[in-house]
Nanobody, 123 residues
Framework: QVQLVESGGGLVQPGGSLRLSCAAS????????MGWYRQAPGKQRELVAT???????TYSDSVKGRFTISRDNAKKTVYLQMNSLKSEDTAVYYC?????????????????WGQGTQVSVSS
């Protein structure tokens, strides 16, 4: 069974930093794109950043220059370094992975999501 487990959320003051991690485990063959999304109360889930297996990154305009996404393919882990945090960054952050995995004797491809980790920015 494939799982994505996030860690690193918490409460931080405006201007502070946090680092999120998301580790994938299970019968994984290959992890393709990975990314972070967030959902604030009363709002739709939105893209924060993505990274390809080769390391190409994209960012939403709202976090560009403040957040950095990275990954360690050997550890099957994606990170999100968040600097200069603002109150509007407060949300539940979700990890996403497009991956292939073994199920019975076949290789399948699917999108997986983590359980979410709360990031709160407040003084």
């Amino acid at each position: 069974q494939v799982q994505l487990v996030e860690s690193g959320g918490g409460l931080v003051q405006p201007g502070g930093s946090l680092r999120l991690s998301c580790a994938a485990s299970g019968s994984i063959v290959t992890i393709n794109d990975m990314g972070w999304y967030r959902q604030a109360p009363g709002k739709q889930r939105e893209l924060v950043a993505t990274i390809t297996r080769a390391g190409r990154t994209t960012y939403s305009d709202s976090v560009k220059g403040r957040f950095t996404i990275s990954r360690d393919n050997a550890k099957k882990t994606v990170y999100l370094q968040m600097n200069s945090l603002k109150s509007e960054d407060t949300a539940v952050y979700y990890c996403h992975a497009d991956l292939t995995f073994y199920r019975n004797t076949a290789v399948r491809r699917a999108d997986y999501w983590g359980q979410g980790t709360q990031v709160s920015v407040s003084s």
